[in-house]
């Protein structure tokens, strides 16, 4: 029996192995909802020093880098070394109703929790509706109170 390789099958097989060893989760998780009239966005970033974070916004998009340095590594062997190093990025694009100028950030236990408001035109407003008075034109020589019938008619 004469066996033939097949190299593209081969590069398959070693792809599809390859691929399934490679984290798939995002090194920097997020969570958004909206809380009243604010917009709030808490985002993951364990083990990173709250002066590596980064965040600036241009032209509506909020960018968020930051970096998580790797450990000195002399007389280190590693077994397993699954934590993401190096700087990550993040971009959200804002829409027209999130008030940019007043945005405001906090980092704590390796969580940037992000306070997106609204802007003040976006909010819900209530609209009270004004009750007018009716008007009635009396004519001259006409006396009479709302309860009074008019001259001339009788109950």
Do not use: C
Not at 41 to 64: F, K, M, Y
Not at 129 to 145: F, L, M
């Amino acid at each position: 029996m004469v066996l033939r390789s097949d190299p593209f099958r081969e590069l398959d097989r070693w792809l599809d192995t390859a691929l399934r060893q490679v984290p798939t989760a995002s090194p920097m998780p997020m969570d958004l909802y909206r809380q009243g009239h604010q917009f709030v966005a808490r985002i993951d970033l364990p083990g990173v020093r709250p002066e590596s974070i980064d965040i600036d916004v241009e032209d509506r998009t909020l960018t968020i880098r930051a970096e998580r340095a790797a450990m000195a590594e002399d007389d280190v062997q590693w077994l397993s070394r699954e934590r993401p190093v190096g700087t990550f990025a993040r971009q959200l694009t804002l829409g027209q109703h999130v008030d940019v100028d007043n945005v405001d950030a906090a980092y704590s236990d390796g969580v940037l929790t992000l306070t997106l408001p609204l802007a003040e035109e976006a909010r819900p407003r209530k609209i009270t509706v004004a009750r007018e008075e009716s008007h009635r034109t009396i004519e001259q020589g006409e006396h009479r109170t709302i309860e009074q019938e008019p001259s001339g008619t009788s109950s």
